[in-house]
């Protein structure tokens, strides 16, 4: 059995600081985990691949779905531009169009990252549970398109429930395409998505912190972090599978 990775999406440098210490193998940056998380700021992304751990940064520009106007691409697209510049290792980006991938922005979005490790975020949970793609279809079309790597539940709302699907593009992809199994993951799930194939595991590994006081326009006095304790709990769940440990990659 190879090595299963461990991914945490992190939204701040402080959680970014728990995720490393925590032994994740890698981690997903963005902001705005909410709405599904957006491009992070280029001071927070400096800060967190100074850590030493391999960083991808999320690529979203806007909250709503992932059908993108075409300032919207030049907007992605220089934040690769400026991403790459303040360290990261690759990028999670992803489009829809009204009726399937959108093919021609996801390739100018692998042109601007320069080489660099591209995954396909969770757009493709779109077609593969509510338009019922066909798993080793999108296979063959994400690799078309250049990406390296793609993020999903299965169409599912949690990976776990996901794990037929998530099976079926591990077989397809056959080790061309890298499997990351996100959504509502926790460290017990850790041995079904492994045994569907899944190359690593995403997830947030979020609990409240406070944010001391607030007042109108100061928004909640409380936000989403990364809790030690579920990190240690995932690194267990993977380290058990993997008694090396796992290896870190980009």
Request: proline content about 6%; some cysteine; glycine content about 24%.
């Given at each position: 059995m190879t090595a299963m990775l461990l991914e945490i999406a992190v939204q701040d440098a402080e959680g970014a600081r728990v995720?490393?210490?925590?032994?994740?193998d890698r981690l997903e940056l963005c902001q705005a985990l909410d709405v599904g998380g957006l491009t992070p700021s280029v001071g927070v992304t400096?800060?967190?691949?100074?850590?030493?751990?391999?960083?991808?940064?999320l690529v979203r520009a806007r909250a709503g779905g992932f059908v993108h106007t075409a300032t919207e691409v030049s907007a992605m697209v220089r934040d690769?531009?400026?991403?790459?510049?303040?360290?990261?290792?690759?990028?999670?980006?992803?489009a829809l169009t009204e009726d399937g991938l959108d093919r021609s922005t996801l390739r100018t979005l692998v042109r601007a990252a320069e080489g660099r490790p591209v995954v396909a975020h969770r757009?493709?949970?779109?077609?593969l549970g509510p338009w019922q793609a066909d798993p080793a279809g999108l296979v063959?079309?994400?690799?078309?398109?250049?990406?390296?790597?793609?993020?999903?539940?299965?169409?599912?709302?949690?990976?776990?429930?996901g794990v037929p699907v998530i099976e079926a593009l591990a077989a397809a992809a056959d080790g061309r395409l890298e499997i990351v199994?996100?959504?509502?993951?926790?460290?017990?799930?850790?041995v079904a998505l492994v045994d569907a194939g899944a190359d690593a595991v995403h997830l947030s590994?979020?609990?409240?912190?406070?944010?001391?006081?607030?007042?109108?326009?100061?928004?909640a006095d409380v936000y989403t972090t990364t809790d030690p304790g579920l990190v240690a709990a995932a690194r267990s769940a993977v380290a058990e599978l993997s008694p090396s440990g796992g290896q870190r990659g980009a």
């Open positions: 995720a490393r210490e925590g032994g994740a400096e800060l967190v691949t100074a850590l030493g751990v391999p960083v991808r940064a690769i531009e400026a991403l790459l510049d303040a360290g990261v290792a690759g990028v999670v980006v992803g757009c493709v949970d779109v077609l063959e079309e994400l690799l078309d398109c250049g990406v390296s790597g793609v993020l999903t539940s299965g169409g599912a709302p949690r990976a776990l429930e199994a996100g959504g509502g993951v926790r460290a017990e799930h850790v590994a979020g609990g409240p912190a406070s944010a001391g006081p607030s007042g109108p326009g100061g928004g």
